[in-house]
Nanobody, 118 residues
Framework: QVHLVESGGGLVQAGGSLRLSCAASGSIFSIKDMGWYRQGPGKSRELVAVSGGGATNYADSVKGRFTISRDNAKNTVSLQMNSLKPEDTAVYYC?????????????WGQGTQVTVSS
């Protein structure tokens, strides 16, 4: 079993910054992709940023403002969010592709609320 614990959400004014962190623990043999998704009010869950295979990808809406980073030794992934906008308000989830010995599967965090006020 794999557990993801997220932290760092909160309330910030437009133009401000927040840093989200996610730590994976449990039966982890290997990790491939580590990423962040978000779900805004009345919206579907969408990809924000992902790191895997030596590459990173970002949603167009966050390019130049958000930076994803990972520490493979600690099984952690972070999301530095700068120049935040009210439309970035959402619940942010980390997702990790994990090999636990029985196969690969996606593990999701519980979500952390980010609210950006105008």
């Amino acid at each position: 079993q794999v557990h993801l614990v997220e932290s760092g959400g909160g309330l910030v004014q437009a133009g401000g910054s927040l840093r989200l962190s996610c730590a994976a623990s449990g039966s982890i043999f290997s990790i491939k992709d580590m990423g962040w998704y978000r779900q805004g009010p009345g919206k579907s869950r969408e990809l924000v940023a992902v790191s895997g295979g030596g590459a990173t990808n970002y949603a167009d809406s966050v390019k130049g403002r958000f930076t994803i980073s990972r520490d493979n030794a600690k099984n952690t992934v972070s999301l530095q969010m700068n120049s935040l906008k009210p439309e970035d308000t959402a619940v942010y989830y980390c997702k990790v592709a994990v090999f636990s010995g029985l196969g690969w599967f996606d593990s999701w965090g519980q979500g952390t609320q980010v609210t950006v006020s105008s």
